[in-house]
């Protein structure tokens, strides 16, 4: 047998982690941690229709598209998963995630419950973990606070929280967000064990 083939049949698969939050339960920040912790491990940049917010910068937070090509998308079957969320189509490029997976690369996908259990659906094997707030009442806090939300974006966004809190038991591993060192943690250790086979 040819040696490439022996090569890529030995080759290592990529590990997948898929992590949900409400909005406000601080998922960006550890995640953001997570990432300088592991070099060894990729955001996954997903798609979106929503307009990009002061800070963000496309390609980097998130690939900022229009509503035609989102649908053409959904036409063609680009979609590992896709959603709509507060309105706007969110999605993750089923292209990047075979190919990335298949170079052994490990990924970090922040997609919310919707999404999580389509994409567990077509990838089985993904580590699913959902962050929670502590309370609704610091979610709200930590919305108003960020101040990048209109009321009703916010009024929205809580309801939307509400929904996927209920919904947290569909995953494998659940961190309440109230320490963000303790949190970081208890992140890094389910990455590093799915990682490196520690369990
Ligand atoms: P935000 O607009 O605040 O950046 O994100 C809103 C929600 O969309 C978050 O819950 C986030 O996890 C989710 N989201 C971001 N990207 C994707 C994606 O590619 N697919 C799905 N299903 N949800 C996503």
Not at 158 to 171: D, H, L, V
Request: glycine residues 4%; hydrophobic residues 40%; charged residues 30%.
């Amino acid at each position: 047998m040819d040696r490439n083939v022996i090569k890529q049949e030995g080759k290592k698969r990529g590990k997948i982690f898929v992590v949900s939050a409400p909005s406000g339960a601080g998922k960006t920040t550890l995640c953001a941690k997570i990432l300088a912790k592991f070099p060894n491990l990729a955001y996954s940049v997903s798609h979106t229709t929503r307009k990009p917010r002061a800070n963000e910068i496309d390609g980097v937070d998130y690939f900022f598209i229009t509503v035609d090509e989102f649908k053409k998308r959904i036409e063609e079957n680009l979609w590992a998963e896709w959603a709509t969320v507060h309105d706007n189509f969110y999605g993750t490029s089923l292209k990047f995630i075979e190919e990335n997976v298949a170079d052994g690369n490990n990924l970090l996908l922040d997609i919310d419950v919707q999404g999580a259990k389509q994409f567990k659906r077509s990838f089985p094997e993904a580590v699913t973990i959902f962050i929670m707030p502590p309370s609704i009442n610091v979610l709200k806090e930590r919305l108003i606070k960020r101040g990048t939300d209109s009321d009703d974006v916010i009024i929205k966004r809580i309801a939307n929280a509400e929904n996927e809190i209920a919904q947290r038991a569909f995953y494998e591993h659940i961190i309440v967000n109230d320490q963000l060192n303790l949190s970081e943690k208890e992140m890094a250790d389910i990455i590093s064990n799915a990682i490196y086979k520690l369990t």
